[in-house]
Structures are given as structure tokens and as C-alpha cells.
Nanobody, 117 residues
Framework: QVQLVESGGGLVQGGGSLRLSCAAS????????MGWYRQAPGKQRELVAT???????NYLDSVKGRFTISRDNAKNMVYLQMNSLKPEDTAVYYC???????????WGQGLHVTVSS
């Protein structure tokens, strides 16, 4: 089992910044890729950014140049730095860990991020 605990969500004005953090615990040896997803009201959950254990990253087109995912393997943490936030970034953000223990991986509890115009 892997447990993921997120922090850092909240309300921010458009153009502002937030940093999301995700702490992994449990069977962390099994974790490979980590990432952030989001789900806006009435929409499907979408992939925002992923990072491999080696540090390779991938981003949703609409966040490229604004969001940065990073990972501290020594601390079992993954971060999402979100800059130049837009109202359309408003969503519940979820941390995800891929694991060889479970095909679907593991999810955090979700963080509300609200960007006002």
C-alpha cells in the first residue's frame, strides 16, 4: 500500500501562484511515475503533469510554461508549482503514484484549487 497526502491548495487570484505538495509513505519502493491530475466541475479527470523516477516530465498542453512538476526522491515528495494561474485552472487536484503493486496506482484525497478572475 502507498499513502499519498496532499497539501497547498486554496483560493488565489488570477495571475497568482500556488505550490501543491504530495507526501508519499508506505510501500514507496514500489513507486515509479508520479503525477498530478485535476477534475473541474462537470468535467472528466485529466492529466496535468507527470514525472518519472528519473526526472523526465510531461505536461498538459494548456499548462506548459506555467506549471512545473518536481520530485524529491529522498523525501518521497512530489510538487506542482503553478504560476500565472487562470480561472480555468480551477479544479480538484489529485496526486497519483504509479506502483507495481497495483495496476491503477494510488491516489491522494484531492485538493481544491480555486482561481478567481
Amino acid at each position: 500500500q502507498v499513502q499519498l497526502v496532499e497539501s497547498g491548495g486554496g483560493l488565489v487570484q488570477g495571475g497568482g501562484s500556488l505550490r501543491l505538495s504530495c507526501a508519499a509513505s508506505g510501500s514507496i519502493f514500489s513507486i515509479n511515475n508520479m503525477g498530478w491530475y485535476r477534475q473541474a466541475p462537470g468535467k472528466q479527470r485529466e492529466l496535468v503533469a507527470t514525472i518519472t523516477s528519473g526526472g523526465s516530465t510531461n505536461y498538459l498542453d494548456s499548462v506548459k510554461g506555467r506549471f512545473t512538476i518536481s520530485r524529491d526522491n529522498a523525501k518521497n515528495m512530489v510538487y506542482l508549482q503553478m504560476n500565472s494561474l487562470k480561472p480555468e485552472d480551477t479544479a480538484v487536484y489529485y496526486c497519483h503514484a504509479g506502483s507495481r503493486l497495483r495496476a491503477a496506482g494510488y491516489w491522494g484525497q484531492g485538493l481544491h484549487v480555486t482561481v478567481s478572475s
